[in-house]
């Protein structure tokens, strides 16, 4: 009981940090997806249709996602320095193969009648990428990016380790004071505010499937 | 050339690319203004690759394409295709969108306003049969086969072309639909007059839907071009004869409908009915049967005097109603029909249902007999 009162007592007391940092790594998941949803995006349309560079794009995100994140977070350094951008990049990298891989698969499973038919009638191959294929895969892109969220939430927490901030300052800081004071509260505190960081996500990302996804698929 | 010709193909020919031989090799095809020409012929034989080469779906190698007096072959393949319908076996609605957005496709992309389009999108589902108020706002997979393939044909008629090609639009569907379907097309049509290609490798869909028909062999060449009739009576050559098979004279019932006959009086009664009144009827009747019709003129049993000697209530008596034929039946679709009836003889109903008259196995023996005087003359013919 004592750990659960001086966890909420911290928490009290520590209200204001708290929010900037969950605040810095809500902005990490954010952007992160916006430009991992754009490039992921435009590279999935792009190689749909061109099965060497399908191949060679889904292998470099692959490997991109097999990379120690703690070799990832610090390979850009020495390029952009220490902090926000560093974080970013690595972010992005990893959250590109599932936004990538959903948005391949969600155009490839697209009836070839339905664009046959969408073809034969006129319209352009803009107008059929827009109106048909990414509607129709849609879904499961939107899938893709809510799994790369949860991706994102996680793994920002090693920002901290190259002084980008975010939640996981409350863990490191945790971390390199084991065994004094207010220790475990911490760890407590950077943790459970993740877990809630990454179940408000999912649950934005599951409502905005659900609303934009055209009720003739559900 | 012929003043008749809507399209025209010249010459043409397409060669994929690492590949030799041609798929269609220097074709010259005449597509009449205003009637069905059904392409027909063994699979392989490039008949799909044609009629993809008419909306440029595939691009030709060579030759030319006239569309109403217009080389087509070089301008913009999108807005050529936005003047012609096109319906292909699957279907392919779009999912995602209405029954009324799927319609409206066409017209939108043509710039039309919502209210006109609308308009448009209902009118062309009380062309096909569907009720607007129920079917606008449904989505593609609350639709049955049957009615998927209906909203594809509006779909295709959606702007109102002059031309549509259809490839195999029938084929997906169970035979007693696709019997259905292909009535209320053919119905649809002599309102319409469109100008129709129309791709099967079935020669009785063929002769059923065909005014024009052109049997293509390898390479899309044309083996006869001629009338379904003319087709049956005159095969230009053994590869048509073959193709035609054996039974060419059970083909020729495809050519003439229930409708292009006069047909014969059953006695009829209307349900209430008395003892008396079945016996009456029966007694005028030739064969001894008699049909029973409900009270808005539906046919419900067919009576013979062992009804009348059993105990049950006369509106149990007999057998059951359990095959109609319809005006637009051809003559081999009744026939199949006949032979599922127990009295040998059908009731013919219309659209609604409602008994018009009968029709018996003798008028299709009388058609058969015929046909059969015709088949021995051409092999006369062809013997001297």
Redesign the interface.
Known sequence: MDGVVSFFDYLTNNLDDVMELTIEHAIYIVTVMVAATVVGVGLGVWVQDKPVQKEVALGIASVFITLPSLALFTIFIPIVGLGFWSAFIALFMYALLPILRNTVTGLAEVSPAVLESARGMGLTSRERLWKIQLPLAWPVIVTGVRVASLLTAGIAAIATLIAGGGLGDFIKDGLTNWGFRLAAEKIWTGTLFIILLALIFDGIFGLIRKYTTSPGLR | MTDKAFIRLENVTKVYPGTEEPAVAELDLEIPKGEILVLVGPSGCGKSTTLRLI?R?IEPSGGRIIFDGEDVTTVNA?????RIG?V?Q?????????IAENIG??PR?LGWDSARVDARVDELLEMVGMDPKIYRTR???ELSGGQAQRV?VA??L?ADPEVL?MDEPFGAIDPITRDRLQNEFLRLQSELQKTIVFVTHDIDEAIKMGDQIAILREQSRIAQYDTPEAILAHPANAFVEDFLGSGAILKGLNLKRIGDLELTEIPTITAPVSRDAVLQAIEKSIDGWALMLDKDGKPTRWLDRTALDRAEGLDEAGQRVRVTVEPEDTLRDALEKMLLSVTGCAACVDPQGRYMGGVRLELLTDFLQELQRVERNRQAAANA
Not at chain 2, 90 to 98: A, C, D, N, S, V
């Open positions: 909306n779906m999108d807005h050529l295709r936005r096109y292909i699957q279907i392919g609605l779009f999912p995602h969108r209405t496709t066409v992309l989505y593609p997979k594809g779909r295709a959606g090609l």
